[in-house]
């Protein structure tokens, strides 16, 4: 699934940075004061989940736009941060793709 997911983001024309965790994202964005965007699945195994890593993005990076996907979790009213978008999956590609441009635009 995190291969499609940069395949997707890689052919949106953007650079795809791959995070195996939550801890790894946060491990990224501390080193990479570049990244404009992050494109996560709520659902990320042990540790933190997606909507957590959400906040902490918006909390720690306010700039950084946000999307978060997932087949299994749906969030409830106020739990996807401001300016968060939420793909429900499956999701059509074209659909992310517009949205990711538009948001790094």
Do not use: H, N, Q
């Amino acid at each position: 699934m995190r291969m499609m997911a940069t395949d997707l983001v890689e052919d949106a024309g953007f650079e795809a940075l791959e995070a195996t965790s939550a801890d790894d994202a946060v491990r990224l964005l501390e080193s990479r004061p570049d990244i404009g965007l992050v494109f996560s699945d709520i659902d990320l195994g042990a540790g933190e989940d997606g909507l957590a890593l959400a906040r902490e993005i918006r909390e720690r990076w306010p700039p950084v736009e946000i999307i978060m996907t997932s087949g299994k979790v749906r969030p409830g009213p106020g739990e996807m941060p401001e300016r968060g978008r939420f793909f429900e999956k499956p999701y059509r590609r074209e659909e992310v793709v517009m949205a990711l441009r538009e948001l790094a635009a």
